[in-house]
């Protein structure tokens, strides 16, 4: 999840680095307010969750509340990377004497990178990096021999390694992927302001930080990605016509590719997870049966740490709660396979044997569904059926 730069700056101050001070702004009037309670030179920045702002014409610098007023005006009217501007960041102009650059990326790997450059990015020389041990964390001295290669004043130098510790422990405590302070301002006095920042938290470690979570805008998702979310699913709409609905992101894609290999087209990708229980599943199918696009549903779970007796009662759950509109399609394997089969006998959807055999009559159904308008929620039994679902513990 990507911070808001107020946001991400709101962060570091509970940590003690200094930002800029200002406020948010919703409208011309509000930051001709905030100009005005500031005084003197203000910088009006687009709150926008994509690169290139100042590019954009999404950073102006003014004078006094009414060009705050008027800048803001013209900058709510922008469009940058196709998002709009719905608040601004007002903010008191720093006169600084030089500019740093400091950021801390978690690698692939699973080391911590911090990066140290004398200028702003994009760089001109080399940057600095230094990289972290995690059993003892970052250590002053290391910030201190880089920070004397890059010339600093003894100030500067200190207040260096203050900000670097402090970024540290805001990645740690709240499971940032990547933590940037793009450029970090050099006062006249040695002292540093963290001017620009930039913060990517983990997704998947929100749920341990509640307060993160709720700084994701309601209007940045649509109603049905923040039901997901509430559930734990992973959801991504698309824009076919065929639910899925998935254990495991690799099985997603998986059966996303063979609803296009048969000529069908996606119209989301819907995780449970691992080791989902019917609760979460009965979730899952809630969002997909109100889904009035549409035309068919195919669940397709690989049992491992998932039971598929639980998936077979989730789906129960949701049928029984809800208005099939369309055709279900559910292929079960692996653990409780059977079990879960059994269960599903005489609901209001078809098993099926495998994968491709569930896509290509899912995509029949569609095609059926759109020519007509509508489709019947039942559907026959295919005769051969119990001779070829597969045992228990086959790959998809």
Known sequence: MR??????????????????????????????????????RVV???????????????????SDPEEAELAAQEVMGLSI???????????????ITGELYLGLALQPTGETLLTLAGEAAPFTHEPITIH??????????????????????????????RMSLALWQVMLANECLRLEVNPVAVLPTGELVAVDVKAVVDDNALYRHPQLAELREAEELTAVEIEARRYGLSYVAMQGNIGSLVNGAGLAMATSDTIELQGGQSANILDVGGGARAGRVAAGMNILLRDRRLRAILVNVFGGITRCDEVATGILTAVGCNEVHCPIFVRLTGTNADQGCALLQGAPLQLVPDLVTGARLAVQAAAAGEQAGAVPAAVAQEPALEERRPEPGSQA
Do not use: C, M
Request: aromatic content about 4%; proline content about 5%; overall charge positive.
């Open 3 to 40: 911070l808001h730069e107020y946001q991400a700056k709101r962060l570091l101050q509970s940590y003690a680095v200094s930002v800029p001070e200002g406020g948010v702004a919703y409208t011309p009037q509000e930051a001709h307010e905030v100009a005005a309670q500031l005084g003197g």
């Open 44 to 62: 009006v920045k687009a709150q926008v969750l994509a690169p290139g702002r100042g590019r954009a014409g999404g950073i102006r610098l003014v």
């Open 81 to 95: 990377a196709g998002l709009p501007v719905k608040r601004l960041l007002v903010e008191r102009a720093v006169d």
């Open 132 to 161: 972290i041990d995690d059993s003892v964390g970052l250590l002053p001295f290391q910030v201190r021999e880089a920070a004397y290669s890059l010339n600093l004043s003894r100030r500067a130098a200190d207040a260096l390694i």
